[in-house]
């Protein structure tokens, strides 16, 4: 875990952001100054597109809102799943979180979260249902931060190097993978590590089963996905292995390094977020994105996923945090948002005036590009043991060379393991 300190917004280690949490006075916040206790991913320190939107829109709240502080410390989603239940359990769950797309009705069920105040009833120009982003009693606990789906993001020096066009079909991401391999990178990147939550196979594993039609669970909340449309997904990481096109330390490769493969040119393609297009095409101009490509059974609509905000469980100040909510989901910080890859998620939000700008060109594209392919899908509670599966089959598959079969169904069978 990072923590950095800047400006009016003071970061703290998580630590000491329950420990101020823990002793914060149940004052009510309009007798005096309120600091709420804010956990994100993304570090404001770094010199990236998002984490600078992040700072800016932090320090625009507070200028505006004097009497609030944003007390911010930098969590990884993996830390997250982990010290949430505990913090709330404790009494000291941060005011202000924000929370990955799938794992939502997990840390919901886990007592994480606080029903959201009547007032964001009010919102009602959410692109997407909201309906999903509930508790077991069907409460509403968490408004979409952002929107994203899976793009394919290829190398485009590579492929001219190596004589081939930009895939349009899994079957051809194979070809190419190929040709890249042998010529001396990675054809295509992925990764198994289950240290960020299984985070790049789950996503592509998330999209791919919405390409194809498939459900993840049934009515009884069970997985139930390894039927021949899942084996598709296995069968295409299986091909990719017999093709010597995945990298030497798949096993444990995570988002991360998969980024910074394709960020540094060794990794020909990848599926990924539709975030990271802007922060690639500063950092490697070779680097393109483009549709994903049709599955044998299905199309190229992958699923609507992204981030969420949502207030801690046991929070003193619930009405300063939907008021920070509210502003870092609406229309000026959205738009700064944007400047960052990110896809904002209220309609009136694009009425303002950087969406008529010649830089607002590619979050415009990616925007057009969530919204024509992508779709939301609704999760059980428990993603994560879903998504560690994905990682340890991945494992099997490479190490013991399982087949596509085995992998789907092991991950089915992890997935429902109690």
């Known amino acids: 875990m990072i923590k950095k300190r800047w400006g009016l917004a003071l970061f703290t280690a998580v630590v000491a952001s329950l420990a101020l949490s823990g002793c914060a006075p149940s004052t009510p916040q309009s007798e005096g100054p309120v600091t709420l206790n804010y956990w994100d991913f993304l570090d404001p320190s770094q010199n990236n597109p998002r984490s600078k939107a992040l700072k800016e829109n932090v320090a625009n709240f507070e200028a505006a809102n004097p009497n609030i502080k944003i007390n911010l410390s930098v969590v990884s989603l993996g830390d997250m799943l982990n010290r949430l239940p505990q913090a709330a359990a404790a009494g000291q769950a941060p005011d202000v979180f924000k929370m990955y797309t799938p794992v939502v009705p997990q840390m919901a069920a886990a007592g994480v979260y606080s029903p ?3 007032a964001a009833s009010k919102v009602t120009d959410w692109l997407r249902p909201t309906d999903a982003l509930a508790g077991p009693d069907g409460k509403q606990v968490a408004v979409p931060y952002e929107y994203r789906t899976c793009a394919l993001y290829y190398n485009q020096k590579i492929l001219s190097q190596i004589g081939a066009t930009v895939p349009t079909t899994y079957d051809q991401v194979v070809d190419v993978a190929r040709k890249a391999a042998a010529a001396g990178f990675t054809g295509f990147g992925t990764g198994f590590s289950d240290s960020d939550n299984s985070a790049i196979i789950g996503t592509f594993f998330d999209c791919f089963m919405t390409q194809v039609g498939q459900e993840l669970w ?4 069970q ?3 390894a039927t021949s449309k899942g084996e598709d997904f296995g069968n295409f990481l299986t091909k990719l292995r017999d093709a010597k096109a995945l990298g030497s330390n798949v096993v444990s490769d995570t988002y991360g390094t998969v980024a910074d493969g394709m960020a540094s040119g060794t990794v020909a393609m990848a599926v990924m977020g539709t975030e990271r297009a802007v922060s ?3 950092q490697n101009p070779d680097l393109k994105w483009t549709a994903l490509p049709k599955a044998n059974t299905g199309d190229t609509t992958g699923t609507t996923i992204g981030w969420t905000l949502g207030i801690g469980n046991g929070s003193k100040h619930a009405e300063a945090a939907w008021k920070f909510i509210e ?3 609406g229309p000026e910080a959205g738009a700064k948002m944007a400047t ?3 896809v904002p998620t209220r309609a009136g939000t694009y009425q303002q005036p950087f969406f008529s700008s010649p830089e607002s060109k590619t ?6 590009y969530v919204k024509s392919n992508s779709k939301p899908r609704t999760y059980s509670s428990n993603w994560t043991s879903l998504a560690r599966g994905l990682s340890q089959s991945g494992q099997k598959l490479i190490l013991n060379g399982s087949s596509g079969s085995d992998f789907i169904r092991s991950a ?3 997935a429902n393991k109690k």
């Open 116 to 118: 959201l105040p009547d």
């Open 218 to 221: 049934n009515k009884d909340g």
């Open 223 to 225: 997985a139930d996905f």
């Open 280 to 282: 690639y095409a500063s």
């Open 327 to 329: 502003y870092m989901t």
């Open 340 to 342: 960052g890859g990110e």
């Open 363 to 368: 979050v415009n594209d990616i925007a057009t």
């Open 412 to 414: 089915q069978d992890a």
